[in-house]
């Protein structure tokens, strides 16, 4: 008789789903949570220092100032989702998801937000003496915030232990990645319930009430009137839409408005155009236009990288093409040619050049794939750059005037409405930067509805099949050059149109605007940059990147020659932590996230 041995298994880590991240018991923690997020609350109005040196002057009992609102937003969640936890009738519907992991998030938002004033206020008021009362209880509520948070049970995983025969630092390697798997089991969202059915007008108040909220956050955001105040902006977003995330909020919110696309679109674009109408001047709309100009460029080029999966490194020399078309024909005196079309024949122009150069240049090379064409790619936008700067009359052709560029490109005027001129609307006056800021968010309209048509035609599922898999898509009898160069010079179409409107906001078009990598967006760099930190393949997704990637070099001046660094490790840890993007479509999340729960239905674009 043979006897079969089977050799010993080492035992996996049994699941223990009733512990916390810290040894406190989980009602005494959830409670803990929920008194310290009320006492967060309850913090903001009262003083925490004695000064008005520090800015946002914190020395104003019942009246919260600066980043004291900030910590009273962190509290009122904890608050809130403590008491959903608890099934308190009326607030079960904030957390479809997971409350528990919501409330360490939201703890967490105030936790920081705390902690860095006080920190902020040492530091520049010279010591914790500084602090007064109200101060201190921030601190405390905090913590206790944070640590009953943290003891809230969730199911730890089943972990590996380390083989006794790796070396220390292999084994040390392994502990770590086991701490990062419970890490990461003790924010996990649940499965997200299915919210009753609710009526249509009750639908589209909840997307109003989104938009809404979007306009308010940006506006603040925007609007932020100190360091400071733009640092802790910035940790309570951060954490704030985590744990709106984490508690299920955010996927029902986009269950509605992927149900009422078109009044989403609509909302958006009425939120948005509300914005100049918050300003009190024309600082901000400064950035919201450029903002848009970027935006519009990433989305385009979107359709390049996004749906058909072509690198392209030199992007932004069809943005170029556009500003330099549009400012050779609107009448400047530094242009070449002694004409003056309207905005419109000068907008169909330079989108028609940049669509004429968009052929060209991928007509003989798209037929290279992946690194080389990027290569070839980046090498047209040095050649266009190049091109511009000698096509000064003594190098080459007097065409752009060369290093000095086209210079004073007169401000537009369409039917009679001078855009550089104040004009007062409905009892609010809008000046220069936000007449051109509502005229770019036409363009990006039409950009948006250009991108979600193409997206779901018939040449946007082969851009789809191109991206994922070109050899397999030809085999199925998809012509690979014809749909990739469709991509291309549709792309540098979007391109080339926002590049006429630059073109009179910017007053002057230069070569230096238009490099592969620079301090100041947009270049090819940050293009790319916004396209894939906001979520390939998605219309919101390079919308918000690009926000993002305007906003926060231009708020973090103050930090001097350490800025870029900051920018960086910024990048560097979004990409680690999620590499899909902030809002990735479906198919790529599942790409990047194999253990996440299939979706029931892919749309065409995988979203």
Same mark, same amino acid.
């Given at each position: 008789?043979?006897?079969?041995?089977?050799?010993?298994?080492?035992?996996?880590?049994?699941?223990?789903?009733?512990?916390?991240?810290?040894?406190?018991?989980?009602?005494?923690?959830?409670? %803990?949570?929920?008194?310290?997020?009320?006492?967060?609350?309850?913090?903001?109005?009262?003083?925490?220092?004695?000064?008005? #040196?520090?800015?946002?002057?914190?020395?104003?009992?019942?009246?919260?100032?600066?980043?004291?609102?900030?910590?009273?937003?962190?509290?009122?969640?904890?608050?809130?989702?403590?008491?959903?936890?608890?099934?308190?009738?009326?607030?079960?519907?904030?957390?479809?998801?997971?409350?528990?992991?919501?409330?360490?998030?939201?703890?967490?938002?105030?936790?920081?937000?705390?902690?860095?004033?006080?920190?902020?206020?040492?530091?520049?008021?010279?010591?914790? &003496?500084?602090?007064?009362?109200?101060?201190?209880?921030?601190?405390?509520?905090?913590?206790?915030?944070?640590?009953?948070?943290?003891?809230?049970?969730?199911?730890?995983?089943?972990?590996?232990?380390?083989?006794?025969?790796?070396?220390?630092?292999?084994?040390?390697?392994?502990?770590?990645?086991?701490?990062?798997?419970?890490?990461?089991?003790?924010?996990?969202?649940?499965?997200?319930?299915?919210?009753?059915?609710?009526?249509?007008? #009750?639908?589209?108040?909840?997307?109003?009430?989104?938009?809404?909220?979007?306009?308010?956050?940006?506006?603040?955001?925007?609007?932020?009137?100190?360091? $400071?105040?733009?640092?802790?902006?910035?940790?309570?977003?951060?954490?704030?839409?985590?744990?709106?995330?984490?508690?299920?909020?955010?996927?029902?919110?986009?269950?509605?408005?992927?149900?009422?696309?078109?009044?989403?679109?609509?909302?958006?674009?009425?939120?948005?155009?509300?914005?100049?109408?918050?300003?009190?001047?024309?600082?901000?709309?400064?950035?919201?236009?450029?903002?848009?100009?970027?935006?519009?460029?990433?989305?385009?080029?979107?359709?390049?990288?996004?749906?058909?999966? %072509?690198?392209?490194?030199?992007?932004?020399?069809?943005?170029?093409?556009?500003?330099?078309?549009?400012?050779?024909?609107?009448?400047?005196?530094?242009?070449?040619?002694?004409?003056?079309?309207?905005?419109?024949?000068?907008?169909?122009?330079?989108?028609?050049?940049?669509?004429?150069?968009?052929?060209?240049?991928?007509?003989?090379?798209?037929?290279?794939?992946?690194?080389?064409?990027?290569?070839?790619?980046?090498?047209?936008?040095?050649?266009?750059?190049?091109?511009?700067?000698?096509?000064?009359?003594?190098?080459?052709?007097?065409?752009?005037?060369?290093?000095?560029?086209?210079?004073?490109?007169?401000?537009?005027?369409?039917?009679?409405?001078?855009?550089?001129?104040?004009?007062?609307?409905?009892?609010?006056?809008?000046?220069?930067?936000?007449?051109?800021?509502?005229?770019?968010?036409?363009?990006?309209?039409?950009?948006?509805?250009?991108?979600?048509?193409?997206?779901?035609?018939?040449?946007?599922?082969?851009?789809?099949?191109?991206?994922?898999? $070109?050899?397999?898509?030809?085999?199925?009898?998809?012509?690979?050059?014809?749909?990739?160069?469709?991509?291309?010079?549709?792309?540098?179409?979007?391109?080339?149109?926002?590049?006429?409107?630059?073109?009179?906001?910017?007053?002057?078009?230069?070569?230096?605007?238009?490099?592969?990598?620079?301090?100041?967006?947009?270049?090819?760099?940050?293009?790319?940059? &916004?396209?894939? %930190?906001?979520?390939?393949?998605?219309?919101?997704?390079?919308?918000?990147?690009?926000?993002?990637?305007?906003?926060?070099?231009?708020?973090?001046?103050?930090?001097?020659?350490?800025?870029?660094?900051?920018?960086?490790?910024?990048?560097?840890?979004?990409?680690?932590?999620?590499?899909?993007?902030?809002?990735?479509?479906?198919?790529?999340?599942?790409?990047?996230?194999?253990?996440?729960?299939?979706?029931?239905?892919?749309?065409?674009?995988?979203?």
């Amino acid at each position: 008789m043979t006897t079969q041995t089977t050799p010993p298994q080492t035992p996996a880590t049994p699941a223990t789903p009733t512990t916390g991240l810290i040894g406190i018991p989980p009602n005494a923690g959830r409670a %803990l949570a929920t008194a310290g997020g009320a006492l967060t609350t309850a913090s903001a109005f009262l003083a925490w220092t004695w000064t008005a #040196a520090f800015p946002g002057d914190l020395t104003v009992y019942g009246y919260p100032g600066g980043l004291q609102v900030l910590v009273l937003l962190g509290g009122a969640l904890t608050t809130l989702f403590g008491l959903a936890s608890y099934g308190v009738k009326g607030l079960q519907w904030l957390t479809p998801g997971s409350a528990d992991s919501a409330i360490k998030l939201s703890a967490l938002a105030a936790f920081a937000t705390a902690w860095y004033t006080i920190i902020a206020i040492s530091v520049q008021l010279g010591g914790l &003496a500084n602090l007064e009362p109200g101060g201190w209880v921030a601190a405390i509520a905090t913590l206790a915030a944070v640590l009953g948070a943290l003891s809230l049970p969730f199911e730890r995983p089943a972990t590996e232990p380390a083989d006794p025969d790796d070396s220390a630092w292999e084994q040390y390697r392994h502990n770590r990645r086991n701490d990062m798997t419970v890490l990461k089991a003790a924010f996990a969202s649940g499965t997200v319930t299915p919210a009753r059915k609710i009526p249509a007008y #009750a639908e589209i108040l909840v997307i109003v009430a989104a938009m809404a909220l979007g306009l308010i956050v940006f506006t603040y955001g925007i609007g932020t009137e100190y360091d $400071e105040l733009f640092v802790g902006f910035l940790i309570t977003a951060g954490f704030g839409f985590a744990a709106l995330f984490k508690a299920g909020l955010v996927a029902r919110v986009s269950a509605i408005t992927a149900k009422h696309r078109t009044i989403t679109m609509t909302g958006a674009f009425l939120a948005a155009a509300a914005f100049p109408f918050t300003q009190a001047d024309d600082q901000y709309a400064t950035i919201g236009v450029y903002i848009l100009i970027f935006a519009t460029v990433a989305l385009g080029l979107n359709i390049v990288v996004g749906l058909a999966g %072509l690198l392209d490194l030199g992007y932004v020399a069809f943005l170029g093409v556009g500003a330099y078309t549009a400012a050779m024909v609107s009448g400047s005196p530094s242009s070449p040619f002694d004409i003056h079309l309207p905005f419109w024949a000068a907008a169909l122009l330079g989108a028609a050049v940049a669509m004429v150069f968009g052929v060209v240049i991928g007509a003989p090379t798209l037929r290279l794939r992946g690194d080389y064409l990027a290569i070839v790619t980046l090498g047209f936008g040095e050649i266009f750059r190049l091109a511009v700067l000698n096509a000064d009359g003594t190098s080459g052709p007097d065409l752009t005037n060369g290093s000095n560029g086209i210079s004073s490109i007169p401000n537009l005027n369409i039917l009679g409405f001078d855009f550089g001129a104040e004009h007062t609307i409905g009892g609010f006056t809008i000046a220069r930067f936000a007449n051109y800021f509502l005229l770019m968010l036409l363009i990006t309209l039409v950009v948006v509805i250009v991108f979600r048509r193409s997206s779901d035609s018939r040449i946007g599922r082969a851009w789809i099949a191109i991206r994922e898999d $070109e050899t397999a898509a030809l085999a199925m009898g998809i012509n690979g050059f014809r749909v990739k160069l469709i991509a291309f010079a549709l792309g540098a179409t979007l391109a080339g149109l926002a590049g006429t409107v630059q073109a009179h906001v910017t007053y002057t078009v230069t070569p230096e605007q238009y490099q592969f990598a620079h301090v100041v967006p947009p270049n090819s760099a940050f293009l790319l940059a &916004a396209v894939v %930190l906001g979520g390939m393949g998605t219309i919101s997704g390079p919308l918000v990147g690009a926000a993002l990637l305007y906003l926060i070099p231009a708020k973090l001046q103050f930090l001097g020659d350490y800025q870029l660094f900051a920018f960086g490790l910024a990048l560097v840890l979004i990409m680690r932590f999620r590499p899909e993007g902030l809002i990735p479509n479906r198919r790529r999340q599942l790409e990047f996230h194999e253990e996440a729960e299939a979706p029931t239905v892919l749309s065409k674009a995988g979203a």
